[in-house]
């Protein structure tokens, strides 16, 4: 062999082995560590997402965290401190050999171990089965920190929901989503006993299906995360444009936001460049206003807007929403700065405890927040001497945000994600509006339809967390 083949020969060997410990290299971005985060609390979890955002990445490298149990330093997901079974799902044998097989093991030759699973905790030779195609993996085995083996079973939904019967897996992973729901209600079941965790990561082109409206409804351990071409800096624009463009209409936003065809359409049907905004330093002579959902049965929100009263246009400047926590931690997002704004609420701030007879709205300002002296309603009609309590009807207030993103009178700082997540799944269904996953949105309605209300510093700040209280009606139906 010539030295020039020699070199050649020990930089490929150089190159194999460090792709041997290819998980190392991972840098997740912000929306794939709360993924990974929302482990913790939701044994349900979906990532409905853009084409070539990093979906099937991120749950390739969670399940080889899994398998192995060498967790990094950042990790505050979900951990398995014993070797584990992990299930993962793939349409057909082709789909679980090129993309699944692919992305944990690299391959099983020479470049076995070059995937998300390093190849020393590899444990002998991966299993194949018949499947008129070659070299397609059943099973292998990983080595797991605690000195166990871990062992992967790599399905296909083309086996028919009663393969995925019979065992309890710590993990299921479904890369794409399977034509018979029942597959993924088997997994549900199968985690129970283990109490396991499922994900599903894909791309929304068969539209509103079952599985999307199990996690767009949520609940209790249901965890739903979209991601866009925007969420993705390894895409370049002139890459993510030309392709676009290439796509056929009715599934471009599917395979470039995440966005699944909405029964009738979303009910914000405008381009989400033109209401983003880069973060800038909002000038002290705007108005400011807060508004805040409380989270009853569903997840709590909290927005904080900015309106420029001489251009007429409002900002949403910051925003979040969080399930499962208490009013302090609420109010501690709401005080976290400028606690001199005023907040506005739904009527549902008015319910009483059964046990004190306290309101939401009570413990909220016993807790320093400045909650406006009434829930939130729209300003009187022309001839009325007061503003009217009771049901407010949302479709003005949806009218009133869609002109305005229309019209360039609304912006939202860029960095405000699940603000856009919920923009991006906000449709109707039969005429209706239907109202899920809608908390921030529902936070920023109130914060708007009180803007009359706004207060800025260089004119005075008044406070209403002594003021009396007035019920309304909620907007939620």
């Not at 995360?225 to 463009?245: F, I, N, V, Y």
Request: charged share 25%; hydrophobic share 35%.
């Amino acid at each position: 062999m010539s030295d020039l083949a020699r070199i050649a020969e020990l930089t490929r060997q150089f190159q194999l082995q460090v792709s041997r410990n290819r998980i190392a290299t991972y840098k997740p971005y912000p929306w794939q560590k709360d993924f990974h985060a929302a482990g913790v609390t939701n044994p349900e979890r979906m990532l409905m997402a853009a084409n070539r955002v990093g979906k099937t990445v991120s749950a390739a490298c969670e399940v080889s965290f899994h398998l192995t149990g060498d967790y990094p330093e950042w990790w505050v997901g979900r951990r398995f401190d014993k070797p584990t079974l992990v299930w993962t799902g793939s349409p057909t044998n082709e789909t679980s050999k090129d993309i699944v097989q692919n992305e944990l093991l690299g391959g099983i030759g020479e470049t076995l171990g070059t995937g998300w699973v390093p190849r020393a905790k590899i444990f002998g030779r991966p299993t194949t089965r018949q499947a008129g195609v070659k070299n397609v993996v059943d099973t292998f085995s990983v080595r797991h920190k605690s000195g166990g083996l871990s062992l992967c079973v790599l399905k296909t939904y083309e086996q028919g929901w009663q393969k995925w019967q019979g065992t309890a897996p710590h993990v299921v992973w479904m890369d794409e989503e399977p034509d018979d729901y029942k597959i993924f209600s088997e997994s549900q079941t199968r985690i129970l006993t283990s109490k396991g965790i499922v994900l599903v990561t894909f791309t929304p082109l068969l539209g509103v299906t079952e599985l999307v409206q199990h996690f767009m409804q949520g609940g209790p351990g249901i965890y739903l995360k979209g991601a866009t071409w925007e969420d993705a800096p390894h895409l370049k624009k002139e890459d993510r444009d030309r392709l676009a463009s290439s796509y056929r209409a009715h599934e471009r936003k599917a395979r470039t936001q995440g966005i699944p065809m909405m029964g009738e359409g979303g009910v914000f049907p405008v381009d989400e460049e033109d209401i983003t905004v880069d973060p800038f330093r909002i000038p002290e002579h705007w108005a400011r206003i807060k508004g805040c959902d409380f989270g009853i049965n569903h997840p709590a929100a909290g927005v904080e807007i900015a309106w420029d009263r001489e251009a007429d246009v409002i900002y949403l400047i910051d925003c979040y929403r969080k399930s499962d926590e208490k009013v302090p931690y609420h109010a501690a997002w709401l005080n976290k700065s400028n606690k001199w704004i005023p907040v506005a609420w739904p009527h549902d701030g008015m319910n009483r405890e059964k046990s004190g007879g306290k309101t939401l709205a009570a413990h909220y300002r016993e807790h320093d927040v400045n909650m406006m002296s009434k829930s939130a309603r729209y300003p009187r009609a022309q001839g009325e001497t007061t503003d009217k309590g009771g049901p407010q009807p949302v479709e003005p207030i949806v009218d009133e945000m869609l002109e305005r993103m229309s019209t360039g009178r609304f912006k939202a700082f860029a960095n405000l994600r699940d603000f856009f997540e919920e923009v991006r799944g906000y449709h109707r269904k039969d005429g209706q509006i239907v109202a899920i996953r809608d908390d921030i949105l529902k936070a920023l309605f109130y914060a708007v339809m009180m803007k009359r209300y706004a207060v800025s510093p260089s004119v005075g700040v008044r406070s209403f967390s002594s003021a009396p209280t007035q019920s309304i009606a909620s907007m939620r139906s």
